[in-house]
């Protein structure tokens, strides 16, 4: 894992402790979070994009101690529930610094958002313009919001595809000119202050030209408005969905080299457009703290099928950790409690629940000593593994454990089967 050397017993060690003495205190399986790295990366992304905000977007994974971190490192806060807002205004986020993401906000969602004065909302549709404007009114204050804008660019991990119109649930559709009249509307009432433009193109994306075919097309529609309604808008949201490397396969560029091309592309069209560069924005969530966390696991059964593979099933699984099951996602896995000079053998990573699709880790190289009571890490679990995690087969969800200079501290607890069953009233 990244971030994680060998200590001399050759156990794997994180912001100097070694997983065998966390495992020891906190149990497995468990998050273990390097909060140095974390706070390395908020710091890349903050001084390569120097002079735009980052909005840490807390659906990767959101807790009081990460909001407390993001908010000391200098980051703005995306959130798109009452959830994730009560989480941030907890833990002390200026409610200015937090913008608010959803096709479907509920009115009480709004209006908790609007009371608590966030900096901004990111509108998604003609009906909650409306519903924002009647709470915004009854409330006698006044709100500013960006506009999501569907630009017919679909990411994917290593391609993009630019289509005239995209078929899904977010944002007003760029091409079918539903962007343009949201503009005007939100433009026409006097209670919401349109900042700027957002678009958000997908999640792990490797082919910057993406962002560039979005930016240049958000960019348009700003001249649009202009010409329309002689406002030139002062902000503009890029989203997130930089990606990280989950295997030695891939290759993620670093902030520092997709700032300058994002830097570049707008300023380039903002001469063609003759606009003023407005205030940039950008959404990193997995790229923050996708790297900075290793799920630690004991492993409990290695079985040999056949001489097909060896099957190392683990104490957690597709409870803590979904994305290999729903997006065929690639992960690793190491023995961390330990050295071996043993020979690799062809391994799949398993959990512990009661379905066969329930791999963690579909092909890896472990020591063919690997044995029961062996620490597994599985590096890059940070984003989407916790904030997805379930409950199925009523299986507690791992804490999430804290690491930074030699001391460890529990910021998520691990879950009990008595705070499973207290849900259970019947
Ligand atoms: N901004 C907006 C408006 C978003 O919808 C998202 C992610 C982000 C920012 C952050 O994207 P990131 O930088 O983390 O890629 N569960 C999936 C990922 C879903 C992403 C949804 N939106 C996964 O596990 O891969």
Redesign the pocket.
């Known amino acids: 894992p990244e971030g994680v050397a060998r200590a001399a017993d050759g156990a794997l060690a994180v912001g100097d402790l070694s997983v065998t003495a966390v495992a020891a205190e906190f149990g497995t399986p468990a998050y273990v979070l390097d909060e140095g790295d974390m706070r390395a990366r908020c710091r890349d992304f903050l001084s390569a994009f120097a002079g735009c905000d980052v909005?840490y977007?807390g659906?990767?994974f959101l807790s009081k101690a990460v909001v407390r971190i993001i908010a000391e490192e200098g980051l703005h806060l995306?959130v798109?529930s009452g959830g994730e807002l009560r989480v941030a205004l907890s833990a002390g986020m200026p409610a200015e610094r937090i913008g608010f993401?959803g096709n479907n906000k509920s009115v009480d969602e709004l209006t908790r958002a609007v009371e608590a004065g966030v900096g901004r909302i990111?509108v998604d549709s003609f009906q909650e313009i409306d519903r924002l404007s009647a709470i915004v009114r009854s409330l006698g204050v006044s709100q500013k919001v960006l506009i999501?804008v569907t630009v017919g660019v679909e990411a994917h991990t290593h391609e993009f595809i630019a289509t005239a119109h995209e078929d899904q649930k977010?944002g007003f559709s760029l091409a079918g000119g539903a962007a343009l009249d949201a503009a005007l509307k939100i433009i026409d009432e006097d209670v919401l202050d349109l900042r700027g433009l957002?678009s958000?193109i997908?999640?792990?994306?490797f082919d910057t030209s993406g962002f560039e075919v979005s930016a240049r097309r958000v960019l348009g529609l700003q001249a649009q408005i202009r010409d329309a309604r002689g406002v030139e808008l002062p902000e503009l949201d890029l989203?997130?969905?930089?990606?990280i490397a989950y295997t030695t396969q891939d290759d993620p560029s670093a902030p520092s080299d997709l700032a300058k091309r994002i830097d570049k592309i707008v300023s380039d069209e903002c001469e063609t457009q003759r606009l003023e560069v407005p205030r940039l924005s950008i959404?990193?969530?997995?790229?923050?703290v996708?790297p900075a966390v290793f799920t630690l696991y004991e492993v409990g059964t290695v079985k040999d099928v056949d001489g097909i593979r060896t099957y190392v099933s683990v104490d957690g699984g597709m409870s803590d950790n979904?994305?290999t099951a729903?997006?065929d996602?690639s992960y690793s896995a190491t023995v961390a409690s330990r050295a071996s000079s043993a020979p690799p053998i062809l391994a799949r990573v398993v959990g512990k629940h009661c379905e066969s699709g329930d791999v963690v880790v579909k092909d890896e190289f472990l020591p063919a000593d690997v044995q029961p009571g062996d620490l597994l890490a599985v590096p890059g679990t940070g984003?989407?593994?916790r904030?997805?995690a379930s409950n199925y087969n009523h299986v507690p969800r791992p804490p999430v454990v804290a690491v930074r200079d030699g001391r460890a501290r529990v910021i998520v607890r691990r879950e009990t089967e008595d705070d499973l069953l207290a849900l259970d009233v019947g």
């Open positions: 909005y977007a659906k990767a995306d798109c993401h990111i999501r977010f957002h958000h997908g999640s792990q994306i989203g997130g969905g930089f990606g959404e990193p969530g997995r790229a923050i996708g979904i994305r729903l997006y996602a984003a989407y593994c904030s997805m």
